[in-house]
């Protein structure tokens, strides 16, 4: 299946957050959402830094024709490729207001690093391409150019315009921010904002270890 065709997947459309422009849901007979989501495949929003949906990872020839060989998954995804074909790290959280994703920034924010500086290009995809991985890119911005959280976003929406972080998501941004661009569970900015939003470790998420390309 190509990024010009919709995937088929078991994630919830609640996790999706929804653009008229970008997206479409197939209706059921009570016109709720069936739970198909069509979305555009991925932009280069930095040099060797894709943005995508469920599409773009799926696509081996979009993957091979732009020279990507790194994959970092957002959401509960498997492995869909042979062990040695692509690096891949999978972080699996929801997109969740609630969800802990700050947690996930320092891990997130090295395997980027690292597949750059292995000379890769790298694809960050959840599963529309519009909450979690503008999520975890911007982070990767703020913590090269200590900058606000609505510039670092600003930076991918020249490329995909239709990136929106949940209300939560944009929360933990400005928290990180506010740690000095770091993530440290003690500090008491963390621990305070954590006390206030007591779902956060029902939607902690984990993290897969990383395949690596023979």
């Known amino acids: 299946m190509g990024c010009d065709e919709a995937p088929s997947t ?27 989501l069509i979305t555009s495949c991925a932009q280069q929003v930095l040099p060797n830094v894709y943005i995508g949906g469920y599409k773009a990872y799926e696509d081996v020839d979009f993957l091979h024709k732009n020279k990507i060989s790194a994959i970092l998954s957002l959401g509960h995804f498997k492995e869909k490729y042979p062990s040695g074909q692509f690096i891949h790290k999978i972080i699996a959280v929801a997109d969740n207001p609630d969800a802990n994703i700050i947690q996930h920034f320092p891990a997130a924010i090295k395997f980027i690093d690292e597949s750059l500086a292995a000379g890769r290009r790298i694809l960050v995809h959840c599963l529309a391409g519009v909450s979690r991985s503008p999520t975890i890119v911007s982070a ?19 490329q995909r315009p239709f990136a929106n972080p949940n209300s939560g998501f944009m929360d933990q941004l400005r928290l990180f921010r506010e740690m000095d661009y770091t993530f440290d569970p003690s500090n008491p900015a963390y621990v305070s904002y954590h006390q206030g939003h007591p779902l956060l470790s029902e939607h902690a998420g984990h993290e897969d270890e990383y395949k690596d390309a023979s």
């Open 10 to 36: 078991t994630e919830s459309v609640g996790d999706i957050a929804e653009s008229s422009l970008y997206l479409a849901l197939q209706q059921d007979e009570n016109g709720q959402p069936g739970g198909i």
């Open 140 to 158: 990767y911005i703020m913590s090269k150019r200590h900058i606000h959280p609505k510039a670092a976003l600003a930076i991918i929406k020249q």
